[in-house]
C-alpha cells in the first residue's frame, strides 16, 4: 500500500486558477499509476484525471479537458493537478488514489489507495 496526502485546495474565484499536490509515501511510488477524482455534496464520486506510472500517458474526464492538467515527479513521490479556468461546478472534495494498474484509469474500484481529501471552493 501507498501512502497519500492531498494538499493545495482553498477558495478561488471562477476562472481563476489552483494547484493541488499529492505526496506519497510507503512503496515504490513509480510502481502505480495515479488519479485525481472528486465528489460534490450529495453526488457521487467522479473520476478527473488519471496519469500512467511513468508519466507519458494521461487521461481526462470531458468536463476538465484542455482545462486541468495531470502530471508527476516519481523522483519527489508527487503528483499534481493544476486547474484552470475554474468554474463554480468544479466545486468539489478532490481525492488523490493510487492504483497497480500501469496505463491511466478513471474506474475508482481499480484504485487501491486514497487520500483524505482536500476541499476546492469555487465562488461564482
Known amino acids: 500500500q501507498v501512502q497519500l496526502v492531498e494538499s493545495g485546495g482553498g477558495l478561488v474565484q471562477a476562472g481563476g486558477s489552483l494547484r493541488l499536490s499529492c505526496a506519497a509515501s510507503g512503496r515504490t511510488f513509480s510502481s502505480y499509476g495515479m488519479g485525481w477524482f472528486r465528489q460534490a455534496p450529495g453526488k457521487e464520486r467522479e473520476f478527473v484525471a488519471a496519469?500512467?506510472?511513468?508519466?507519458?500517458?494521461?487521461d481526462y474526464s470531458d468536463s476538465v479537458k484542455g482545462r486541468f492538467t495531470i502530471s508527476r515527479d516519481n523522483a519527489k513521490n508527487t503528483v499534481s493537478l493544476e486547474m484552470n479556468s475554474l468554474k463554480p461546478e468544479d466545486t468539489a472534495v478532490y481525492y488523490c488514489a493510487a492504483t497497480p494498474r500501469a496505463l491511466p484509469t478513471g474506474v475508482p474500484q481499480w484504485f487501491s489507495s486514497w487520500g483524505q481529501g482536500t476541499q476546492v471552493t469555487v465562488s461564482s
Open positions: 496519469i500512467s506510472r511513468s508519466g507519458d500517458r494521461t
